[in-house]
């Protein structure tokens, strides 16, 4: 999915755009069963006005696959909300963390930019872990450095946020909790399944809510 897909950018509606990977596309799941989708149709639900998301999202994304997605899509802000979720491909590569930081805080700047240079518009989701899945037992991966791997690389991307003021909700230890489960799966024994995908719904809910009510920046 190179490009800009979702809600058009002519809608009425405050707009809604959702950065990330396989876990911002929902790899395996129908569209409406995605998080950032899910988390729009909730939004609505509570009263709060936002389009479907636009999104920019590929299965198998890093960082620097992702900023480079954003500058041939050109997405046109300001947005009402950008959702950013970004790292497993940069961990399951073993690409180095200090490369993430950095590359996180460019995709973190661009964010903010995007929405209309309000860090209070931006919502970051952690990086789930996916060492104990079917997939990773099955291709001899060690779940125990998966996830010291998987920490390292949020807690990285939980500090930037803090220099920044950017929202982060903290979805891995629901992605632990019974992740291994055939109903938490998709198809593929990797991916989250639309109940998982709810889950994390349910936590980055109420921290949007908040930042969506909450006044325009002076």
Not at 46 to 73: H, K, Q, Y
Not at 123 to 151: C, K, M
Request: net charge negative; aromatic share 8%.
């Amino acid at each position: 999915m190179n490009g800009i897909s979702g809600a058009s950018i002519e809608s009425a509606a405050p707009r809604y755009l959702a950065l990330g990977d396989s876990y911002t596309i929902g790899e395996g799941v129908p569209t409406e069963g995605t998080w950032p989708f899910q988390l729009a149709a909730a939004l609505r639900a509570d009263g709060i006005a936002l389009s479907d998301p636009e999104v920019i999202a590929t299965t198998g994304w890093t960082t620097d696959e992702l900023a480079a997605a954003i500058d041939t899509a050109a997405p046109q802000g300001p947005y009402a909300l950008v959702s950013l979720l970004i790292g497993v491909n940069n961990q399951y590569r073993g690409r180095p963390l200090a490369e993430y930081r950095q590359q996180f805080e460019q995709l973190l700047q661009r964010a903010i930019a995007l929405a209309d240079e309000n860090p209070a518009r931006v919502l970051v989701l952690s990086t789930p872990d996916w060492g104990f899945t079917p997939y990773a037992q099955h291709n001899g991966r060690d779940a125990a450095q998966v996830a010291r791997e998987i920490d390292d690389f949020n807690a990285a991307a939980h500090a930037c946020c803090g220099d920044y003021g950017v929202a982060f909700v903290d979805i891995t230890p629901a992605s632990r909790d019974g992740g291994a489960e055939p109903a938490m799966l998709a198809d593929d024994g990797l991916h989250p399944s639309a109940r998982m995908y709810r889950r994390w719904m349910e936590q980055a809910l109420p921290v949007a809510s908040a930042l969506l009510k909450a006044p325009p920046a002076a």
